[in-house]
């Protein structure tokens, strides 16, 4: 298929930035703020219902660079049950996928203090593209005298949930179904979406009364691309929340939150980029907002 291209700058970036780790899913930084859109099994797994809004705008003042807004909720059902849902635009130049999934979790506990839960989600995505804006290096291509195409599949997702005390650990495949979605161009193969796995380990270390150090780590895996977070974030008095982080191949994060009334979240991150992207973007940003209704404990 001959290259087609938006803008020379975003397929730099893009390569550089992910080592030619596929954006296939979201890329997010306040992960930690809303786990229920990295695994389905934290559906329900805090004993609340939760709403949370996000939106990242990824390398900023590049034309056609990335950028994700979606919207999830999740709440728990009885004792073991849980239930959540998600609903995802995602943007790269002429390209625009819309999903909407469903999931469903099953919590269980051993001996008092292991809590282990497993999750499964299911849904539809779309893939659209418009290359109406294109910059085409060659006449006559079929993508952009193809007009305007857009194609569906169904999509899913599983994974597995540990709590011990502080410790957390997660893993999880995303597009566990490699689908495809064809367009209506002969001899075109399509999109086919990728499996992806995610992992997540994290441990909080109580300070002090008012004071907590939580390290974690996340884990992305596609093929034989692999991409590791490593971050330190601190809470106070589940007040206000702050925390810096080293994504490989790309650069450090910062993020910072409060928690109003123990209710409504409202969190902010930025992504810097490496070096030899900086003459390209100026990093990510990223804003979540959130809602977390809890039932007080009896006393």
Request: aromatic share 12%; hydrophobic share 40%.
């Amino acid at each position: 298929m001959k290259r087609i291209i938006q803008s020379i700058a975003v397929v730099v970036v893009c390569l550089i930035a992910s080592g030619a780790f596929a954006q296939q899913t979201r890329q997010m930084n306040l992960y930690n703020y809303n786990k229920f859109s990295l695994n389905p099994a934290y559906a329900g797994a805090s004993g609340c219902t939760e709403l949370n809004f996000t939106h990242v705008n990824q390398w900023v003042k590049v034309d056609g660079a990335p950028t994700t807004s979606f919207f999830n909720a999740n709440t728990r059902l009885g004792k073991n049950w849980g239930i959540g849902a998600d609903v995802l635009l995602d943007k790269l130049g002429m390209f625009q996928q819309v999903s909407a999934t469903g999931a469903v979790s099953y919590g269980l506990t051993i001996a008092r203090d292991h809590h282990v839960r497993l999750g499964i989600s299911a849904g539809y995505f779309q893939m659209r593209i418009d290359p109406t804006t294109a910059i085409a290096f060659d006449a006559g291509d079929q993508i952009v005298d193809g007009g305007t195409q857009s194609a569906g599949s169904l999509n899913s997702s599983a994974g597995i949930l540990y709590q011990f005390k502080g410790l957390e650990l997660s893993f999880g495949s995303k597009q566990l179904i490699e689908s495809r979605s064809n367009f209506n161009l002969t001899g075109l193969e399509g999109y086919g979406l990728r499996r992806h796995f995610v992992g997540y380990g994290s441990y909080d270390i109580v300070l002090n009364k008012s004071l907590s150090l939580k390290p974690n780590v996340l884990y992305r895996g596609v093929g034989n691309v692999q991409q590791f977070d490593f971050n330190a974030d601190i809470n106070y008095n589940d007040l206000i929340y702050g925390g810096i982080g080293w994504r490989t191949q790309v650069g450090l994060v910062a993020r910072v939150g409060i928690n109003i009334r123990k209710l409504f979240f409202m969190g902010y991150a930025y992504e810097t980029p490496m070096l030899n992207l900086a003459s390209y973007g100026a990093g990510s940003h990223e804003i979540t907002l959130g809602l977390k209704f809890c039932k007080k404990k009896q006393e």
